[in-house]
């Protein structure tokens, strides 16, 4: 603990971690992955760490209607990036998401504000709390995100994101073999746990029998089938594809240009006991020694899709970050074309919900590339519950399998290559 923080209240370090991650995300657009390790360095305990997460992570997930009752207390709104509407926003997320009584939150977050308006935050949730106010259910989301998803995939597309935004999502496990912990299977060498699932007491995580992998970004890798060859993961890190295209006999090629990354990958890939080639580099500017049978890329993206493990994604993106990454994927969808054989098969993938970086990707790639063609994805190929769209790639939007705990938002499309 800094010294600064030692001389503060039981409990405070953590609101304040808290609050800088949220000024991360929303004043300065990093992601808390990106902000977490400089934010939660200075605490030491575990559970603060998690705790100034799990209040972030409340707050993102409520934003419009946490800023809705705090302008409802107000007879003047309160600017957006004023501290008093950041401590009120952490105070009404404990008691109102995470359980914390109403002193405790209160009292956590008024060192937040010292010199400045106390009396106000302490006003604005007393008030809050005599009304006994109280969040819509599901939550609603950013004006921005829903003009954007009502234009894309209509209005039942936006109610199911605002009920899949509503709680964390569950754990899903890919197996490299058929035995694993019990749980939900949706599909072959796949498991479902109850979120909050400890990871590292489960059966078979020291042994390497099984990686967590959303059940959406497992589908990429499966559409290469039983390893038949050579095949390039692009994108790799941190390695989930990677292990797949291993356990299924490939021999894989891993591709990223993020050190760090590929650490994590080689560490993954010793703790499975799996093997594949590792290269850093970025494969814009990269090619293999020759052509190979496959390539995966799951490019890089917006990150829409992935909400509901990390809401800070409706908060800091916006139409130039989307035109930014889909300006990449088509050169890396150039790129990679020209390393498959003939006769060869690529997959592309993004974790994304905007048809810029799907759909539309694949009408502009096949009108410039006329060697290749949609290979369709066939319904036995996916988890039961999900259907390729008629065109014959996969676009998983929210509400699909909500009844089985829902899975991320991702575009897959399989293209081979003539002969």
């Not at 004006?143 to 605002?162: K, L, N, P």
Request: glycine share 8%.
């Amino acid at each position: 603990m800094t010294g600064n923080q030692a001389s503060l209240p039981p409990g405070v370090p953590a609101r304040q971690a808290a609050l800088r991650l949220l000024d991360a995300v929303l004043r300065r657009g990093e992601t808390i992955d990106q902000a977490a390790p400089r934010v939660l360095s200075s605490l030491k305990a575990d559970n603060d760490r998690a705790l100034a997460r799990a209040i972030a992570a409340e707050v993102l997930r409520h934003l419009p209607d946490l800023d809705a009752l705090i302008d409802s207390a107000t007879q003047r709104p309160l600017p957006h990036d004023a501290k008093a509407r950041f401590a009120l926003r952490i105070a009404l997320a404990q008691a109102l998401r995470l359980g914390t009584p109403g002193h405790a939150a209160i009292s956590t977050v008024l060192p937040l504000v010292d010199g400045g308006p106390r009396k106000l935050v302490h006003g604005v949730f007393g008030t809050l709390d005599r009304r006994k106010a109280s969040l819509p259910e599901p939550p609603t989301l950013p004006d921005a995100v829903t003009a954007r998803w009502q234009t894309a995939w209509g209005d039942d597309m936006v109610q199911a994101a605002r009920r899949a935004i509503a709680e964390p999502p569950p754990v899903d496990l890919t197996l490299s073999g058929e035995e694993g912990p019990e749980g939900l299977e949706l599909m072959p060498s796949q498991r479902r746990l109850p979120r909050g699932t400890a990871i590292p007491d489960l059966p078979g995580f020291a042994e390497g029998d099984w990686w967590v992998q959303d059940l959406s970004a497992a589908v990429p890798a499966r559409l290469l089938g039983p390893g038949k060859g050579s095949v390039i993961d692009a994108c790799a890190a941190p390695g989930g594809k990677t292990m797949q295209l291993a356990a299924a006999g490939w021999s894989v090629t891993a591709i990223d240009a993020s050190e760090s990354r590929l650490a994590r990958l080689r560490d993954n890939l010793a703790r499975t006991h799996l093997k594949a080639e590792i290269v850093a580099a970025d494969v814009a500017f990269w090619s293999p020694p020759a052509p190979v049978d496959a390539v995966l890329l799951d490019a890089p993206c917006s990150a829409t899709g992935i909400f509901r493990r990390h809401p800070d994604v409706l908060h800091r993106v916006h139409p130039a970050i989307i035109e930014e990454a889909a300006h990449l994927q088509r050169q890396l969808l150039v790129q990679a074309a020209g390393w498959v054989k003939k006769g060869g098969k690529l997959v592309y993938a993004t974790c994304s919900l905007e048809r810029e970086e799907g759909e539309e990707q694949v009408e502009t790639f096949l009108a410039a590339n006329r060697d290749f063609a949609i290979d369709p994805v066939r319904i036995d190929e996916l988890p039961a519950g999900i259907a390729p769209d008629p065109r014959g790639w996969v676009r998983i939007l929210p509400g699909a399998l909500a009844d089985q705990g829902g899975c991320d938002g991702f575009f897959i499309a399989r293209f081979a290559r003539a002969g």
